[in-house]
């Protein structure tokens, strides 16, 4: 196979690949390259490119596609790769010779005076910023335009025209052509996007949601899973992809597959807002699929804490489902495999079997009839856990080998109870259940895409619809570990109360700590789709919340580190009521009621027993400003206890702009007693978990300083606010009602700071 794989003109290393893959390898049409393509092989890698896509798509024997295509390419009929194109609609019944040709181009004469006129055209709406840049402007971006135009024209000649006609205008290179240009201090290279899908334009996508930017992906369409890269083609392909859209009546199709071990974290909003939010962009449906295959980790609080927070960033499951409402069929399936010689009964040990190169199974040519009576022995509990498995016939992009499907676990499923003690594994389920959903589009993180070789493979090894994989960067988050086992640790050590602890990066720690949902998914919005994995700072995300909450957060005045203030000359004989908008600039948002009194209280930091320079603030020889009720104060008396400063006497005055402060500070009077939560970084570095940077291990950076708990006086109007209610406490940072609350005193989490301000020193 290696000596055939070589006529294709294909690298060394891909040829090993190839070799590896037992579908490929057991393809008729590999050991015939030589009779298809003569013994030199296809002329060029373009052609090469053709057969192996022949070879890779049609796992079986296709000599009438395989004869037409390589004869007629490797002739000269076409320079186009067009003919893989048609074969992908044409792979059961008779090839029409006509069709196939007018597709590849046949009978269709570009002249030179058809490529003069395209380039000149192309030249010609170009033409002031060519000779304004000359030799340095970019003509490739025309080039492509003109190809596409005259889809069958030499592309060598056409860029020969090209570079004519551009000498025409010109004229020959100047030395100033030949210089390189010269970089201007400061001036940042533009880097290039790494986006597998279509890409919006970076500004453009900032402003829009993950719907709104998700319509602007260029997947496929439902039916056409034929015309991706990579999938596979059988003779009833067509036959499956025809009932499927029966079916689904060409509707998309997502599933969001989480397993039911753990709390959702910010990682996973990314994935739920790609896959409900595509499904939203095409009016189609998602669902929430439990991938409940391994009952030792699985807990019902599990299963609640992921449909609540699916509901919570404001999707709906279209339905919700279960790996295990499908044991059945797939046990049936794996019987199938068996029998076909693709799956058989191995005895090797877990840590045998672990690390790049195994050694191989001495069972894996074991008669199908030994091993499917020995299936039946699992299934029946007459093994040990760890005593048989059952694996695939098959070795994956990442060089694995004969992936395990089914192993023995002694434990009861939360759904099945004692019914079955084997368990398919999730490389063995995800693809089969998103089969039997007829998934459009599986969307997953890029680590799965050395597992789509058996995704596809395992679709087609018992003969159903075979969605198409597609595969997305993953999203991760400084300063934080969002591992199940180390998240428990923290838990378990005391550094963090529970699952939903504000400092953590879990979806319910964020809903906790404030951040609305609307923040969370546009940020996921503003990522794109790139491939690369994407590592964030906090404060991206931070800055999304700022931006939501700061026009959506009712604005309240509450002092954490109090001082009392008593007015001496207060003008009134009672309380005043201070009208205060609840979101500057939204009439709409209305407004709530605060007292003021003679006795109030300030920040301790808003006053200083010294001048200082730059200091804006209260001092025994500088004014202050009240927010909202319009008066200036002065002080009169610096009273002090036992224990320094016990309360200050000042004079107050209508504000007037001959009195006019330099600040203006924030106060409570008749104020409700609460508690606020003050939250820190959780790790002092970046990188908590690299053993570079941390050589005692992710719980050796814990910040113990990460939670400062204040009591602290708030104005009137929250009193009555509910759980997850936000506000903004005025010049402080925005705060939400944490679930602790009670009627006799609320607990505020501070959800992010405000953004720093000089002006407020």
Known sequence: MGKSLHLLRISKRNIMLKLS??????????VRLEFFCGPGGPPNNDIGNVVLFLIESFSRDFHVQLTLTANFVISGGTQSTKPSTFLQDHVSGEIDRVSFEKSCGVGIEVSQDDIESAVAKAIAENKDSIVAQRYRFNVGPLMGTVRSSLKWADSSKVKEEFDLQILTLLGPKREEDLVKPTKIKGEKKETKPNIDAKPAVAQERQAMTMTEFLKTVNFHAPGENHKTDGYPIHPNTHDLLKKHLQRTGGQVRTRFPPEPNGILHIGHAKAININFGYAAANNGVCFLRYDDTNPEKEEEKFFIGIKDMVEWLGYKPYKITHSSDNFQQLYEWAVLLINKDLAYICHQKPEEVRGRDPPPSPWRDRPRAESLQL??????????????T????????EGKVDPVAYRIKYVPHHRTGNVWCIYPTYDYTHCLCDAIEDITHSLCTKEFQSRRSSYYWLCNAVDIYCPVQWEYGRLNM??????KRK????IDEGFVRNWDDPRLFTLTALRRRGFPYEAINNFVATLGLTGAQITIHPDALEASVRDVLNTSAKRAMVVLEPLKVVITNFPHNSPQDIKVPNIPGNDAAGEHTVLFDKELWIEATDFKLDDERGYRRLTPNQTVGLRHCGYVIKVQEVVKGASGIDHIKVTCEPATEQNKPKAFIHWVSHPVHCEARLY??????????????VPGGFITDVNTDSLTVLHVLADLSVKGAKVYDKFQFERIGFFSVDPDSTERCLV???TVSLKEDKGKI
């Open 487 to 490: 998240i428990a640790k923290l």
């Open 748 to 750: 505020f989490n501070r």
């Open 680 to 693: 820190e970084r959780l790790f002092k570095h970046e990188t908590p978990e690299d053993s570079s940077i």
């Open 21 to 30: 893959n037992q579908p490929l390898s057991a393809n008729r049409n590999i």
């Open 375 to 388: 299936f039946e022995d699992m299934k029946n509990g007459k093994f040990d856990e760890g005593e048989a």
């Open 478 to 483: 400084h300063y934080t570990v969002v591992s």
């Open 390 to 397: 059952l694996r695939l016939k098959l070795t994956l992009e």
